[in-house]
């Protein structure tokens, strides 16, 4: 079975600009997440969805928004990008999206902003 | 507020030596514990898992962890690391109705010959 699959592998913004990053979960499961994973620090939750709906929200602002679509895939964009958006983006699915449940972690986005 | 706090950001150590990388949490409400490790370029591969019953909770590649409820810990060790041990380790924690996880800062194993 295929993992966790996000698009694309890179990517290299300047600031203002708007991006979209995109994920594909694993077969079977409802719950996607999203994390942001700065150089030398560990990831940092930003969403988490659960069946088109939108279950919880990290600490970041609104210029970072996601959506979910019936196939339980994924998107988060960010608009107006900050030299401080570099970073990698780390999309996880797992069944049910509960906190006993494992989620499987793509192999990430790297997002460069010049 | 859940927090995890890896308490050693560099562990250097020879192979076939033991290794413990230390973990500690801070949770109002019974929470979940992971050990994941990323490779460079590469995404989270969960090692183990504690959700309940036994302290002690064995994982791949030989590592295991045990869960303190009283020292809020829940360090990772192995007995015998290998080169292909060198690698980030992050302790991350969960609670029950929500799904999101708080991580630890990570760990760097540099394992040497």
């Known amino acids: 079975d295929a993992g966790v699959t996000q698009s694309p592998t890179h990517l290299i913004k300047t600031r203002g600009q708007q991006v979209t990053l995109r994920c594909s979960p694993i077969?079977?499961?409802?719950?996607v997440s999203w994390y942001q994973q700065v150089l030398g620090q560990g990831p940092q939750f930003i969403f988490q969805?659960?069946?088109?709906?939108?279950?919880g929200r990290g600490n970041f602002p609104d210029r970072f928004s996601a959506r979910q679509f019936p196939n339980y895939s994924s998107e988060l964009n960010v608009n107006a990008l900050l030299l401080g958006d570099s970073a990698l983006y780390l999309c996880?699915?797992?069944?049910?999206?509960?906190?006993?449940?494992?989620?499987?972690f793509g192999p990430g986005t790297r997002l460069t902003v010049l | 507020a859940q927090s995890v706090t890896q308490l050693d950001s560099q562990v250097p150590v020879f192979e076939e030596a033991p290794v413990e990388l230390r973990c500690n949490y801070s949770?109002?409400?019974?929470?979940?514990l992971f050990w994941y490790v990323q490779y460079p370029n590469q995404g989270l591969q969960l090692l183990l898992k504690?959700?309940?019953?036994?302290?002690l909770v064995k994982g791949i590649n030989g590592f295991e962890a045990e869960f303190n409820k009283s020292q809020t810990s829940f360090h990772l060790r192995k007995p015998s690391v290998h080169i292909s041990d060198t690698a980030e380790y992050f302790c991350?924690?969960?609670?029950?109705?929500?799904?999101?996880?708080?991580f630890g800062d990570g760990t760097t194993l540099t394992v040497k010959p």
């Open positions: 949770s109002s409400v019974s929470v979940y």
């Open positions: 077969s079977g499961h409802k719950s």
């Open positions: 996880a699915s797992s069944l049910a999206g509960w906190g006993s449940n494992e989620q499987f």
């Open positions: 991350a924690v969960s609670e029950d109705n929500a799904g999101k996880s708080t």
């Open positions: 504690y959700l309940s019953g036994s302290t």
């Open positions: 969805y659960y069946e088109k709906e939108e279950r």
